[in-house]
C-alpha cells in the first residue's frame, strides 16, 4: 500500500524531473520550468513531523537552456551534482552552503546532454548521452575518455549503471531499444533488446541481480527483462553472449506513457513506475521470474 507522507506546492513552477539525495534523503533537487525559463533548485524537506516543508537551499547559477535532469554523485565524492541540458553538463559542489562549478563541458549540438549516470563502482566516471552516442568522462576535469558506439538509432534518453556488476551500463532510447555495455569493450553493446512499440524514456537493472531490468515506455507499458548469460559476458576476454527471450513479464497497469522507473533499496522484488497522468504503481516482481533466477 502506498500512502503519502507530505503535499509541498512548489514555487518555482511546473516541475520537470525530481533528483532526492541517496545520503541525505531530506535533500532534493527539482528541474523546473516557467516564465524564467528553466532551471534547477535544491530544497530541503527537513525532518521528522514537525518539519518546516519546502525550503529552498540553492539554486543552480545554470546557463541559458533547457536543463533536462540533475544527477547526484555517488558515496564517497562528497555533497557533489551534475546538471545536464542543451548548454552542455556542469559537475556543482554543494559542500560550502552555496553551488560552485567544479568542472564544466559545452554540448557540440542540440539537442545537449539528455541524461547521464554516474558510475558507483568508479566515482570518477560519469556517462553523459550525445546525439552521437554514449559519451564517458572524467568528472573532475569533464574531459571525454571513451565513446561507446554502434547501440541506438537515436540519442539515448535514459542512462543507469548496474550497482551489482561492474562496468555494466544500461541505455534506452527513441529507437524502441534498450542495451546493455560493457564500458570497457566500446565498439557495440553486448546485448541490444527491440523492447517496446515507443520510445524508451527509462531503463533499471536490478541493485542485486544485473540480467533483470525494467523499462518504462510511451506505449504505457512496464516491462521485466531477464538476459541469460550476462554475468558470463562481462567475465575477461568475454564475447557477447548475453540472450533475451522476450519480456519475463509485462505490467499494463498505466493509461499514459511511462516516465520512470525504479526498484526498491530494501526490496530487489519491488519496483515502482510514474507515468505521465501522476500514477504512481507498485509492482512486485512474479514468482517465476523471481525462482528463474534464484535456481
Known amino acids: 500500500e502506498l500512502a503519502c507522507r507530505g503535499v509541498w506546492p ?32 535544491l530544497w530541503d524537506l527537513g525532518e521528522g513531523e514537525g518539519a518546516p516543508g519546502l525550503q529552498e537551499r540553492c539554486r543552480l547559477p545554470l546557463e541559458r537552456g533547457r536543463v533536462t535532469e540533475v544527477v547526484w554523485a555517488p558515496d564517497g565524492l562528497g555533497e557533489k551534482a551534475a546538471s545536464l541540458g542543451e548548454a552542455g553538463a556542469a559537475v556543482w559542489d554543494l559542500g560550502g552552503g552555496r553551488p560552485v562549478k567544479a568542472a564544466a563541458c559545452s554540448a557540440a549540438e542540440a539537442p545537449g546532454h539528455l541524461a547521464g549516470a554516474w558510475d558507483p563502482h568508479t566515482p570518477t566516471t560519469l556517462a553523459l548521452s550525445t546525439p552521437a552516442g554514449i559519451a564517458l568522462h572524467d568528472n573532475r576535469s569533464l574531459e571525454q575518455v571513451a565513446e561507446l558506439s554502434g547501440g541506438h538509432a537515436t540519442w539515448a534518453r535514459g542512462l543507469e549503471y548496474s550497482r551489482a556488476l561492474p562496468h ?42 544485473p540480467g533483470l531490468i525494467v523499462t518504462g515506455s510511451s506505449d504505457t ?4 527483462w531477464s538476459l ?68
Open 10 to 41: 512548489h514555487p518555482r513552477g511546473e516541475v520537470r524531473h525530481v533528483a532526492p539525495s541517496a545520503l541525505r534523503p531530506q535533500l532534493v533537487f527539482t528541474v523546473h520550468n516557467n516564465r524564467e525559463g528553466f532551471g534547477a533548485t
Open 168 to 209: 555494466a551500463l544500461v541505455s534506452c532510447g527513441d529507437d524502441c531499444c534498450f542495451c546493455v555495455w560493457d564500458t570497457r569493450k566500446v565498439s557495440r553493446p553486448v546485448v541490444r533488446v527491440q523492447a517496446h512499440s515507443h520510445w524508451l524514456w527509462a531503463a533499471n537493472p536490478n541493485p542485486s541481480h
Open 228 to 295: 541469460r548469460g550476462l554475468r558470463d559476458a562481462f567475465k575477461a576476454g568475454g564475447e557477447p553472449a548475453a540472450t533475451c527471450e522476450g519480456p519475463a513479464a509485462t505490467f499494463d497497469h498505466h493509461e499514459d506513457s511511462v516516465y520512470a522507473v525504479a526498484w526498491s533499496r530494501s526490496n530487489p522484488w519491488l519496483l515502482a513506475s510514474l507515468s505521465g497522468d501522476g500514477r504512481v504503481i507498485c509492482h512486485r516482481v512474479p514468482d517465476a521470474c523471481r525462482y528463474g533466477l534464484l535456481l
Open 221 to 224: 507499458l512496464v516491462c521485466l
